[in-house]
C-alpha cells in the first residue's frame, strides 16, 4: 500500500513590507486584502502544524497543489523555499503552483527556478520536447521545465498540471493550454500502459460547481475531455478551499476529483477549518473491478488542542464521492 499526503493553499507567507513600486499592478488589491482581512483567517503556526503532523504520518510521498504565498512578491517566493524545505526534500514533496504564485508575471529566477527541483519531473520522465514547457501560448511567464510533469513512486505516478496564470484584477481564474492539454492525454495514456496508478494535480477544481466564472478553469471542459478518453485514477485540487468530492466517467471507469480545504485556515467559518487528506491506495485483488483500491482519511485543525487529529474514519473514497 502506497499512502499520498495532499495539502493546498497555504498562503503561509507575509507580503507586507514591500516597496510602493511593487504595488503598483494587480498586487495592491491582494496587499489591501491580507492587511484589512485575510492575515486574520489565515495562519502561519497552523502551516507549522499542518507540516508536523504529515511528517509524523509519514506518508509515502505528499502533493502540494498552490497557492503556497500570496501576491508573488519576490520575498515570498525565497520564504516559501524556505518553507518547502522545512516540510521535506523535493524527492517526497510534489508541487504545482495556484492561482497566487502567479498573481502577477514574474522573472523565472527570482520566482519558479527556487521551487524547480519541487515542481519537475524526474530524469527521463515529462514531455519528451524541449520546450521549457510554457503551455498557455503566452509570454507572461515560463516554467523550468516541461508539463506536465511526472513522477514515479513504486506504483504511483503523479502527474503535476500547471494552471496557474497571471490574471487581472479581481480574477483568479486558470487555463491549462492546449499544448498542455495534447501533452497531458499523450502521457496518461502512456503511464496506463505501464499499468501505473495515475494520479493528477492541479490547482483549479475539473469538475464545475462551486466555483464562480471569475475563479474558474476557463479550459476545465478540454480537460474533462481528456481525463474522460485518457483515463487516471484520481484527481485531487484546492483553490475552494473546501471539501469537494466528484467524479469523472471514462471508458475504464469512475474518476474521483477531489478538492481539499485550505492548510491554513483558522477563521470563523468551520466549513473552511484547515485540513489535508492521505489517501491509501493499493492494488485490487483480481474480480473487484478498479485497478486500485483508494480510501481517504482526513486530518483536520483543533484550534482549541491547537493540533490536527482524525475526522472520521478512512473509508472507500468511491463511498465519498457526490451523487
Known amino acids: 500500500m502506497i499512502t499520498l499526503g495532499h495539502l493546498s493553499d497555504l498562503h503561509a507567507t507575509d507580503p507586507t513590507g514591500a516597496g510602493a513600486t511593487s504595488l503598483l499592478n494587480k498586487r495592491f488589491f491582494g496587499w489591501l486584502s491580507w492587511t484589512i482581512n485575510r492575515h486574520r483567517h489565515y495562519q502561519r503556526h497552523v502551516v507549522e502544524a499542518i507540516f508536523e503532523d504529515i511528517q509524523r504520518e509519514s506518508p509515502d510521498h505528499v502533493a502540494v497543489t498552490g497557492d503556497l504565498i500570496n501576491i508573488s512578491l519576490p520575498h515570498e517566493f525565497e520564504a516559501a523555499s524556505r518553507m518547502l524545505e522545512k516540510l521535506g526534500s523535493s524527492q517526497w514533496v ?119 466564472r471569475r475563479r474558474r478553469l476557463v479550459d476545465s471542459p478540454e480537460l474533462r475531455g481528456v481525463l474522460e478518453r485518457a483515463g487516471a485514477d484520481l484527481v485531487i485540487h484546492g483553490h475552494n478551499h473546501r471539501s469537494e468530492f466528484k467524479a469523472l466517467q471514462s471508458n475504464e471507469g469512475t474518476i474521483p476529483v477531489v478538492g481539499v480545504r485550505s492548510a491554513s485556515y483558522a477563521g470563523p467559518n468551520p466549513e473552511k477549518t484547515a485540513q489535508y487528506h492521505l489517501y491509501q491506495i493499493e492494488r485490487a485483488q483480481e474480480g473487484e473491478g478498479a485497478r486500485f483500491k483508494i480510501s481517504l482519511r482526513t486530518r483536520g485543525w483543533n484550534e482549541q488542542a491547537r493540533t490536527f487529529e482524525e475526522v472520521g474514519n478512512a473509508e472507500p473514497l468511491l463511498d465519498r464521492l457526490d451523487a
Open 94 to 212: 510534489t508541487v504545482v503552483p495556484g492561482n497566487h504564485d502567479a498573481y502577477v508575471g514574474v522573472s523565472v529566477e527570482r520566482a519558479w527556478a527556487l521551487w524547480a527541483d519541487y515542481l519537475a519531473s524526474d530524469t527521463n520522465e515529462g514531455a519528451a520536447s524541449e520546450n521549457n514547457a510554457n503551455p498557455h501560448n503566452s509570454n507572461a511567464f515560463s516554467f523550468p521545465g516541461n508539463l506536465p510533469s511526472v513522477r514515479i513512486r513504486g506504483d504511483l505516478a503523479l502527474v503535476g498540471v500547471w494552471s496557474a496564470i497571471p490574471t487581472p484584477p479581481f480574477v483568479a481564474a486558470g487555463k491549462v493550454g492546449s499544448d498542455q492539454l495534447e501533452q497531458l492525454e499523450k502521457t496518461l495514456k502512456s503511464l496506463r500502459e505501464r499499468d501505473l496508478c495515475r494520479v493528477v494535480l492541479v490547482h483549479h477544481p475539473v469538475v464545475d460547481g462551486h466555483v464562480t
